[in-house]
T-cell receptor, first 110, second 116 residues
Framework: GQNIDQPTEMTATEGAIVQINCTYQ??????LFWYQQHAGEAPTFLSY????GLEEKGRFSSFLSRSKGYSYLLLKELQMKDSASYLC???????????FGKGTTLSVSS | KAGVTQTPRYLIKTRGQQVTLSCSPISGHRSVSWYQQTPGQGLQFLFE???????NKGNFPGRFSGRQFSNSRSEMNVSTLELGDSALYLC???????????????FGEGSRLTVL
């Protein structure tokens, strides 16, 4: 089966850098996703990692270490609009379902 | 192009009733997944359909069922509603053109069900 752990809440200030960690246990690894979900809205895709290393996309970067079952999402130059829930997810072994962690609620203050 | 559309957006039911939720995927997407989201449990996978076939099912009781039509639209049904079924039900679709394991999910706004 799959198990995903991420911190429940994090706080940060505008302009800062924050790292949201995710550890996972899965019987077969087929890639890891990060999604962003603002309150009352649908989750939206941020990043996908299937190989080890860092993927950078603007202010957001995502890192993966398959040997450690570990990923992080790095948010730079934080803005108030980055206040949201960040969801880590991995494919199930069959590749037919994304299994999500419970999400990390990030609060950005001025 | 239009995104994933879910109806109804909000609904209130009482215990013992049943409910049907509808999802229209992005045009051309043939895979539709359903998730239940609650504050305590987060996003939990219900089931996934591809070309009218259920390919995977999460760990939910048989009261939760779904189907997909030939036009890829999907419905999920919950019978004999319980208070604990109060949740946001999210539908997501993905493109058949991408390798399934890399294809991102596009989520609808969800149907918020309240059971009294």
């Amino acid at each position: 089966g799959q198990n995903i752990d991420q911190p429940t809440e994090m706080t940060a200030t505008e302009g800062a850098i924050v790292q949201i960690n995710c550890t996972y246990q899965t019987s077969g690894f087929n890639g890891l996703f990060w999604y962003q979900q603002h309150a009352g809205e649908a989750p939206t895709f941020l990043s996908y990692n299937v190989l080890d290393g860092l993927e950078e996309k603007g202010r957001f970067s995502s890192f993966l270490s398959r040997s450690k079952g570990y990923s992080y999402l790095l948010l730079k130059e934080l803005q108030m609009k980055d206040s949201a829930s960040y969801l880590c997810a991995v494919w199930n072994q069959a590749g037919t379902a994304l299994i999500f962690g419970k999400g990390t609620t990030l609060s950005v203050s001025s | 192009k239009a995104g994933v559309t879910q109806t109804p957006r909000y609904l209130i039911k009482t215990r013992g009733q049943q409910v049907t939720l509808s999802c229209s995927p992005i045009s051309g997407h043939r895979s539709v997944s359903w998730y239940q989201q609650t504050p305590g449990q987060g996003l939990q996978f219900l089931f996934e359909y591809f070309s009218e076939t259920q390919r995977n099912k999460g760990n939910f009781p048989g009261r939760f069922s779904g189907r997909q039509f030939s036009n890829s639209r999907s419905e999920m049904n919950v019978s004999t509603l319980e208070l604990g079924d109060s949740a946001l039900y999210l539908c997501a679709s993905s493109s058949p053109l991408a390798e399934p394991r890399t294809g991102e999910l596009f989520f609808g706004e969800g149907s918020r069900l309240t059971v009294l």
